[in-house]
């Protein structure tokens, strides 16, 4: 289970992103990056952030520690924005949080070099999940005191989208022509040698077992929220044995 904080302020939106994240105070006195149950896609991107960023994390990436946050709606009356008043307001309950890496800055694929090997690594990763959202346009990757950190994995596995077709939906191959790390001659046979074993039953179990039970209820054709936590590991235990086979885009790839 994710740790459990409480909205106790909010402080600010995060203008750049398109489902208007903000910052908010936790009851813990920490500043978080919150996502919200009332934002767009609604709550599938949050279970998408959680399975990715819980996997990323358990295969050595550095990815921020995600929480979920409590929310009372009554936090948005006080807000001069209509729009987020209208987000707050639609958010009340469960929603997700992930510690706010201060100072990070954008990673810029012009200004910033990755060694073959972490460029592999993380495309790799990006082709497991379906990831759409780290294009050179966007990358979705933070440099904190030195390092590359992943972040916003909502744009993922989107078989979750249809569930049932998605054994075939992710059966397809992954395009990296538009990655950022595309550039950088990414080793993804390395990568895979070295993830794609540590891609388990057992660790898919531990990582759908942080999706909290309210964002898995109610799926239409699963009785339970645990069936629809078997159901997030399956595509991914399959591709993870294949899919450095699969990827396209990239120089030295099919
Ligand atoms: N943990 C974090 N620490 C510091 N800054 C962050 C963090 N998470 C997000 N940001 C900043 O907020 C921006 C928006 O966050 P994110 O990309 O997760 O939101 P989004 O709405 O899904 O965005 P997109 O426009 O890519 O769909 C990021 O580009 C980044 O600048
Ligand atoms: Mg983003």
Redesign the pocket.
Known sequence: MLAEVTATRYITPLRE??SLPGLVEGDDLHTYVMKFTGAGQGRKTLVAEVVCGELARRLGFRVPPLVTIALDPVLGLGEPDREVQELLRSSGGTNLGMDFLSGALGFDPLAFAVDPEEAGRIVWFDALVNNV?RSWR?P?LLMHRGDLWL??HGATLIWHHNWPGAESSAARPYDASDHALARFAPDVEAAAAALAPLVTVDLLAEVAAEIPDVWLADEPGFDTPDDLRRAYARPLLARAAVIHQRITGIEGSK
């Open positions: 992103g398109g959202d966007n979705n972040i916003d």
